[in-house]
Every structure is written in structure tokens, then in C-alpha cells.
């Protein structure tokens, strides 16, 4: 049907051709010339043309993804040490090679858009497949996830710069590129997160205030370990730390200086400086004789340098949804400006480790500063004031996270009712800047009561582990 189909509307094209040419114009200037092929016949042979294409790239596409599917069984190559897999080469090939000729064939090239509709559904399958493979918990799961975040990558460069996509069309495909990234991304960090899970109760708990300083610094570490682990001294790291759990748990009293054992490969430091010393000695001697390898040094570097970006935004959502928990209250003013003081030590020392691992997300720095000048204002207009100023960088902040914070400081409800409401006013009026959707991500559960004045006669007092349609979801 091609070899039929395709000479026609080539020989209508040429024609095109031929008479734009400059020393021809002049001869057939005054020549009433029909078109070699009739528009009805041309139509129908464009229609043709399209339809049987559109079969065919559906089929190549098809073709390229299933080949990448046994490619995720016998396990993906490196290419300048990186894992890398052809499939969004072999993919944008296919589509460029095909809206190329039609351009060169077709009278109306809004139809080369038929061809690249084709992504769409395929981008989809591709999703599904990754999704599949991800759940099966391969050994070679990582690698794969690798290989497939440099081809992500490259779907991405693809959308940014391709002109002959409709709007509608380049919506939907961010669309899944968004989420196969999330996919690709989440199945490196969340591992980490489990390995992590320990640590992060530590936060803000207890006297948060007496201890903070060792516990952000064990986190930060635990987190170093976890970057730069070797797959294959796991399990003798995880012998030695078992042994330690059993001699600290035969003594009583070292028992009760250590919070707990951690279950990631570094541990957290302890108050008890020897026990700080054996632990750390125990360690610094394992460092030594294990090779370190950074986990991620095998992933291309652009991917990698996201990846961390979204390791750092993470890591301040686990961070602040923590903090927003309320099992911390700072009832003084001497306490509520510790607390914003260490705040921003604590800032400097996330970005300042996140920076040294790779991370370029220096928008997320001021987050934590932020939320410091909310904990050391006292007077209510001003924190009206500052609370104001806050949405406007982070229009996704919710009542719910205003009344989490507010209650830090031990504000009356009363109080946090007329800040939360000030805020529902002004914000219309709030300008609009350049801003990063943060507080979307950090759920705010209530697990205390709530005494609040609605319309001046209701007096609503909720004990609950769910939300209101107006405030965030768990």
C-alpha cells in the first residue's frame, strides 16, 4: 500500500517544488496550471497514507518496548561506566524518522501530530512495565532503575524542544514523564528512607531541645552511610553492629544511656561519651578495612544531581512533617528562641551536607529560616504578618500547617483561629513569586484536642486523627 501511496503524494510535493524555482516562475507566471493530483484524491491518499503509518509506528514502538523488557531480564550495560539502556534513542528515532517523511509528504503538517499521539499510549505501557518489574523486587531492580532515569531524562530534553507537538498532546506527555520519573526516582530513595526510618523518630521527640544537636548529626551520618555503601560489606557490617547490640544489651547501664539500636549502617551518637568512643571506634575500624563505593557513582551524573535534589526536598518533608507532629511544645520565650536558633543551624548543616553530596536545590535552604522566625515572633500581628509573607513563597501552605506550628509555641486557639482566618483574607491579595510546592507533601495529623471559635457561635472541639476538606490529608 506504501509504494502506491507514497509516489503520489511525493509527485505532489515535487510539483511544489519545481515551481518555486526561480527561473521557472517567469515561464509559468501566466500559465494556468491544475495540480497533478486532484485535492479529493490527495486527501483520500493522505488519509491512506496516515492510517497505514500510524499502524506501523504503533508496531515499531511496541517492537522497541518489548526488546527492552528482555533487556530488563538479562540486566542493562554501562556505557563510560553508567548504566544506560537504548530505549528512548531507539523510541525518538522511530517518531523523528516518520514525522521527517511526512513532513516531506504531506500538505498539512499539523498531521504529523497523528504520528506523535503515538507516544502517548506508549509512554503509558512503558510506565505499567517499569511499575511491573519494580514490584517483583528483582536483583538487578537498581541497575534497571538506573538505565531507565537516563532514558526518562532524555523523554524530558525531548518535550522541552520539539515544536510539532500540539498543546494538548505535550501536556499529557509531561504528564507521564512526571510520573515515570517519580517511579524511577522513588525506587532508589525509598529504600533509603526504610534504612533511615529509625533515625528520623528521633526528631523532634523527647527533649528535643537538650539533644537535638547529636541527633541531626547521627542522622546526617547514618544518611552519609547510606550514600556511600558497599552492597557487598552489608551483611558483614550488619554482623558486627548485631554483636554490639548483644554486648550493649548484656550491659544494664550502657543499656540505659542508649535510646536504641539504630538499624541502619551507622549509628546514631550517644550522650555517654564512651559509649560515643566505642561505637565510633568500632566504626572508624570498619571504614578501614571495608572499600567504600558510593552507591550512585554508577548513575548518570545529570540524573544523579536530581535524584539527590530530591533526596534533599525529602529528607525536609520527613523533617517538618516531624516537627508538625506537636510532640515537642516550647511553652517559654527563652525555649521558643533556642528553638528558632537551632533551627537554622540546622538548615546550614542539611544544606551544607546535601550541597557536598551533589545536591543543587539552594532554593530549599530558606525553608527552615522560615519557619525559625515563625518559633522566635511573639507578638500575634507579627506572626499574622510573617505567616502572610510565608505563602507567598509557598502557596500550598495550609491552615493545617499554620495551626501545626502555632501550637509549637503553645499559642491559644483563640489566637491561632485569628492568625488561620487573617490568612484566608489576605491571600487573594498575596503576590505571586516564584515558588516551590513544599507544604503539599507534608501530611499534619491532629492527635490533640482543638478548641476553636468558627463564625463567632460555633465552638467546634475536634479529637481527631483525620482532617477537614479544608486542611491537608494524612
Known sequence: ??????????GQRLECEILKHEELQAVFASAELGPLVPRDELQRLEDQYLTHKEGQVGGWLGSVLAEEQKRWQRGPEKVDHYWFSPLAVDTLQVVNRVVSEARSILSDQTKVQRFTAQLQPFLTSYRKALEDFARRKHD?????????????????????????LSGDQKVGLESSVRALEDLGYNALTCPIHLEMKAHYRLLWSGPWLA???????????????????????????????ESLKKQLDRDSSAKGVLDG????????????????????????SLDKQLERQLYFTDLNPACRELLLGRLHEEFLVEYVRRMMMGKVIMRSKKEQEAAATLLCD?????????SEQ???????????PRISELLRLQ????????????????????????????SLKNKSAADIHIIIRSLKETRPQLPSTNHI??????????????????????????????VAADYCPL
Open 346 to 354: 540546622h538548615s546550614n548543616k542539611i544544606q551544607a551536607f546535601f
Open 261 to 284: 539500636l539504630l538499624e541502619s549502617l551507622k549509628k546514631q551518637l550517644y550522650r555517654d561519651s564512651s559509649a560515643k568512643g566505642v561505637l565510633d571506634g568500632v566504626l572508624e
Open 1 to 10: 500500500m506504501e509504494r502506491s501511496i507514497k509516489p503520489a503524494l511525493c
Open 140 to 164: 538487578n531492580s537498581p541497575a534497571v532503575m538506573k538505565a531507565n532515569l537516563v532514558c526518562i531524562q532524555q523523554f524530558r530534553s525531548f518535550l522541552e524542544k520539539e515544536d510539532f
Open 379 to 406: 507578638d500575634r500581628k507579627s506572626l499574622q504578618l510573617e505567616v502572610a509573607v510565608m505563602a507567598t513563597h509557598y502557596p500550598d501552605l495550609r491552615s493545617c500547617h499554620v495551626y501545626a506550628l502555632m
Open 358 to 368: 551533589g545536591s543543587s536545590r539552594v532554593e530549599l535552604h530558606p525553608l527552615l
Open 211 to 241: 539533644r537535638a544537636g547529636w541527633v541531626l548529626r547521627g542522622l546526617l551520618e547514618s544518611l552519609d552511610k547510606q550514600l556511600y555503601r558497599d552492597s557487598s560489606a552489608k551483611g558483614v557490617l550488619d554482623g558486627l553492629l
Open 437 to 466: 510546592a513544599f507544604f503539599s507533601r507534608v501530611p499534619v495529623k491532629w492527635n490533640y484536642k482543638i478548641k476553636l471559635h468558627f463564625f463567632g457561635i460555633w465552638k467546634l472541639e475536634l479529637s481527631v486523627a483525620s
